[in-house]
């Protein structure tokens, strides 16, 4: 979906939405019900989850298809608040397993919309959410993989071995607005470690709306619309010709992908 095609949609949507002060309140509780939903989870059903029998790598699988299912749910509440409009183009193309599925990151709820699309699937995430309250037992329970970890590399590569997607946002933060467009090199070590191809998807939000600096009651009266381009994958092979300059490919790996994600 093209920036005029998702600009048509938010015109769209654009005129029944809600007042404003209306939208603020429909945002607060979207997010307060994630936070608690967070809580909950954590407290009551992942305990139960380790009752059931199999080992920890099957603990983990159930805990993020609970999440793949859960997530889907609070996106459609969101969309019935009047927040946000979420369309994919070319979903089918993320059916299967063991793909590193890559994104850039606008928006705050990014990571949602992505898993609330895989479903069943792994993720990079920051190290600060294994100690945030509302989201430490879901990030723990699910297995995922801290972008801090020391043996950052051979998780996700035993991971896509394994068969898992994994959702990884190669700017390792929120696109910042005031700063240059700039990919940390972490996405291309994955790559190459796991000899895996990558999925892109391109995100597109309008209005801009949840972005870096911006707090979730800078809301407009126009409905956030939201598309995920699913493309084609991006091959490995290229940068594998010579493994003894692995630092040498993983630069040039990144830089592509920088401007792969530019001329989006």
Same mark, same amino acid.
Request: charged share 20%; net charge positive; glycine share 8%.
């Given at each position: 979906?093209?920036?005029?095609?998702?600009?048509?949609?938010?015109?769209?949507?654009?005129?029944?939405?809600?007042?404003?002060?209306?939208?603020?309140?429909?945002?607060?509780?979207?997010?307060?019900?994630?936070? !608690?939903?967070?809580? $909950?989870?954590?407290?009551? !059903?992942?305990?139960?989850?380790?009752?059931?029998?199999?080992?920890?790598?099957?603990?983990?699988?159930?805990?993020?298809?609970?999440?793949?299912?859960?997530?889907?749910?609070?996106?459609?509440?969101?969309?019935?608040?009047?927040?946000?409009?979420?369309?994919?183009?070319?979903?089918?193309? $993320?059916?299967?397993?063991?793909?590193?599925?890559?994104?850039?990151?606008?928006?705050?709820?990014?990571?949602?919309?992505?898993?609330?699309?895989?479903?069943?699937?792994?993720?990079?995430?920051?190290?600060?959410?294994?100690?945030?309250?509302?989201?430490?037992?879901? !990030?723990?329970?699910?297995?995922?993989?801290?972008?801090?970890?020391?043996?950052?590399?051979?998780?996700?590569?035993?991971?896509?071995?394994?068969?898992?997607?994994?959702? !990884?946002?190669?700017?390792?933060?929120?696109?910042?607005?005031?700063?240059?467009?700039?990919?940390?090199?972490?996405?291309?070590?994955?790559?190459?470690?796991?000899?895996?191809?990558?999925?892109?998807?391109?995100?597109?939000?309008?209005?801009?709306?949840?972005?870096?600096?911006?707090?979730?009651?800078?809301?407009?009266?126009?409905?956030?619309?939201?598309?995920?381009?699913?493309?084609?994958?991006?091959?490995?092979?290229?940068?594998?010709?010579?493994?003894?300059?692995?630092?040498?490919?993983?630069?040039?790996?990144?830089?592509?992908?920088?401007?792969?994600?530019?001329?989006?």
């Amino acid at each position: 979906m093209r920036e005029s095609s998702l600009h048509k949609m938010a015109a769209e949507v654009g005129d029944d939405a809600p007042l404003l002060s209306s939208k603020v309140l429909f945002s607060g509780l979207s997010f307060a019900l994630f936070g !608690v939903c967070g809580l $909950l989870l954590s407290v009551s !059903v992942f305990p139960l989850l380790y009752l059931l029998p199999g080992g920890a790598q099957l603990r983990r699988r159930r805990a993020r298809r609970l999440l793949g299912s859960l997530f889907p749910a609070y996106v459609r509440f969101m969309e019935r608040c009047g927040l946000i409009r979420v369309q994919a183009l070319a979903p089918e193309r $993320l059916g299967g397993g063991g793909q590193l599925i890559i994104a850039n990151h606008p928006s705050l709820l990014d990571v949602v919309y992505l898993i609330a699309l895989v479903g069943d699937t792994n993720c990079v995430v920051k190290s600060s959410l294994f100690y945030n309250p509302f989201t430490a037992g879901t !990030v723990r329970a699910a297995g995922y993989i801290r972008n801090d970890s020391a043996s950052l590399l051979q998780e996700c590569a035993a991971a896509l071995a394994a068969g898992d997607n994994l959702v !990884v946002f190669p700017e390792g933060t929120r696109t910042d607005p005031h700063k240059p467009f700039r990919f940390l090199r972490g996405t291309a070590n994955i790559a190459l470690a796991a000899r895996c191809d990558i999925r892109p998807v391109v995100i597109r939000c309008c209005p801009a709306r949840l972005m870096k600096h911006q707090a979730w009651y800078e809301m407009s009266t126009q409905t956030l619309a939201v598309s995920l381009e699913v493309r084609q994958p991006i091959a490995i092979a290229p940068y594998l010709a010579d493994q003894g300059l692995r630092g040498r490919m993983s630069r040039r790996l990144t830089a592509d992908l920088e401007a792969y994600y530019r001329a989006c």
